[in-house]
């Protein structure tokens, strides 16, 4: 089910994305255009990090701990994972958890 709304989610960003970058203008900027992506992928990025940790509290409160868990299918990459704490990261955004917030750059 977390990864039916995965994709849901993600299409609902690009949707926006595809619109904001159609809408506006009849021939948008440059400047117009790099805004719009950037949001889509800041949103997209936001869902893929809010799925990712509901998978991994799911897996802790399993096996208690983050250790060893899988975030397949998610968009994101398990940087580090141990018994109270975890990091997940994309391309150029990185949350370091559980209760941490997006930051720029890896982890």
Same mark, same amino acid.
């Given at each position: 089910?977390?990864? #039916?709304?995965?994709?849901?989610?993600?299409? @609902?960003?690009?949707?926006?994305?595809?619109?904001?970058?159609?809408?506006?203008?009849?021939? %948008?900027?440059?400047?117009? @255009?790099?805004?719009? @992506?950037?949001?889509?992928?800041?949103?997209?990025?936001?869902? &893929?990090?809010?799925?990712?940790? &509901?998978?991994?509290?799911?897996? *802790? $409160?399993?096996?208690?701990?983050?250790?060893?868990?899988?975030? +397949? #299918?998610?968009?994101?990459?398990?940087?580090? $994972?141990? +018994? =109270?704490?975890?990091?997940?990261?994309?391309?150029?955004? *990185?949350? $370091?958890? %559980?209760? =941490?917030? +997006?930051? &720029? =750059? %890896?982890?």
């Amino acid at each position: 089910m977390v990864r #039916g709304l995965s994709l849901v989610s993600l299409l @609902v960003a690009l949707l926006v994305g595809g619109w904001l970058f159609t809408s506006g203008q009849s021939s %948008p900027s440059g400047a117009t @255009v790099t805004q719009a @992506v950037n949001e889509a992928q800041q949103a997209a990025n936001g869902i &893929a990090f809010q799925q990712a940790q &509901a998978q991994l509290e799911q897996f *802790h $409160a399993l096996n208690g701990t983050y250790a060893g868990a899988s975030l +397949a #299918g998610f968009g994101v990459t398990l940087a580090r $994972a141990d +018994a =109270g704490s975890y990091c997940i990261q994309t391309a150029s955004v *990185h949350l $370091a958890g %559980p209760g =941490g917030t +997006a930051a &720029a =750059g %890896p982890c």
